[in-house]
């Protein structure tokens, strides 16, 4: 039996069997998932990790008042003829 073009062509469009077809579109789902993955694995934002180090001795902090040395010593009015600036 020989099989002419017109037959050949015929074959390639006939329809697959469910079987063919479910394995057909869970391959397509498959990879299509895999390359979500290894795209979001290669394209991610590298966070940088902040290491806080919580040592009070090396920390330089605003001293207080008694640290200071207390508050300043108490300003004496002085009278002149310029006037006072507004608060």
Do not use: C, Y
């Amino acid at each position: 039996m020989v099989m002419s073009s017109n037959d050949t062509l015929l074959a390639a469009f006939e329809p697959l069997p469910e079987w063919l077809n479910f394995l057909a579109m869970s391959l397509a789902i498959l990879l299509a998932a895999l390359g979500s993955l290894v795209w979001f694995l290669a394209f991610r934002k590298k966070r940088k990790r902040k290491r806080k180090h919580h040592s009070h001795e090396k920390r330089q902090l605003n001293p207080t008042l008694a640290q200071a040395g207390g508050l300043p010593p108490v300003r004496e009015e002085k009278n002149s003829s310029a006037p006072t600036p507004p608060p």
